[in-house]
Structures are given as C-alpha cells and as structure tokens.
C-alpha cells in the first residue's frame, strides 16, 4: 500500500515524551484555578441553605462567615475580635446576650471530635447555624445542632483588598 492509498501512512506519530507533556501541561491548567473567594463561598452557602429551606444566613451572618474563614484559611484561627471561648463565655441562654458580650459570638463549643462556633450576627438571639471546624482550625462546614442541615465547605481565599 503507498502513501497515496492511506493517508494515515504519512502521518507522524507523537513520541510518548510530547504526549506526556502535552497531559501535564493540560493538567496543571486545570489546577491553576484559584480557589473562590470567602465571600464567594459564603454566597454558595447562603445558596444552598435557601434551596434546602433551611436556616438563613442573616446578612451580618454572611460578612462574618467570610472574615472568620478568611481568618481561618489565611492565619489558622478564629478572629478573636469576633469570638470568645465558649468555656469562658459561661453563657447558655440562646435567646439573650449578655452586654459584655455584645459583638462576640461563641466559639469552642464541643462537637463530638470537633468543635463549633455559633454563627449569628453577635447581637440578640444566637443564631440556629454553627461553622463545625477541627482543633487545628481548618473548617468543615455549617450545621445546625442537630446535624439535619450539614453543608460541607470549600477551601476559600481572601478577596483581594
């Protein structure tokens, strides 16, 4: 058979070493994506809990979701300018707010092997929504107690100042 009867015949087959270049390069596109911001994915939540009918996000919820998993991703902590210790809060009534503790919400409740911080706007009522995280501070998602809403967290990065 000569070239002029199978045009595959003058075709040059790729080396395996281009072929794998060619997948990494494909590859590391695909991960050069930068993850959401914090505010992007505190929107996605926000999303998800009214598609679900299950407990809102307040708006003053949302501003404070994205600085704490800002606070969270970026230094591995809570912001301590928006949480205080559970243990040292000494505070169990859901429905009032100590003055002292106007602005702050709890944080460092026990949860099984992990922790919780209630997520409500830190004044009145505590809010129904809690941000489960490990000891380490890395966040695992937004619940309520009694686990009947569970939404699992996306890795996020601060939005550009």
Known sequence: MDAQANPRANRIAPSPFVAAALIGALAGAARAEPPP????????????????????????????LAATLESMYGQRRLPPSLYLSADAANWDDPQTRPVMFFGKSRAGIADGDRLAADIDSGYGPRGALRLIYTPANEPIAIATADKKTFVPLTYCAASPR
């Open 37 to 64: 911001t914090c505010r992007a994915e505190v929107d996605r939540i926000a999303q998800t809990l009214l598609a679900e009918r299950r407990p809102q996000l307040c708006p003053a919820c949302a501003v404070r």
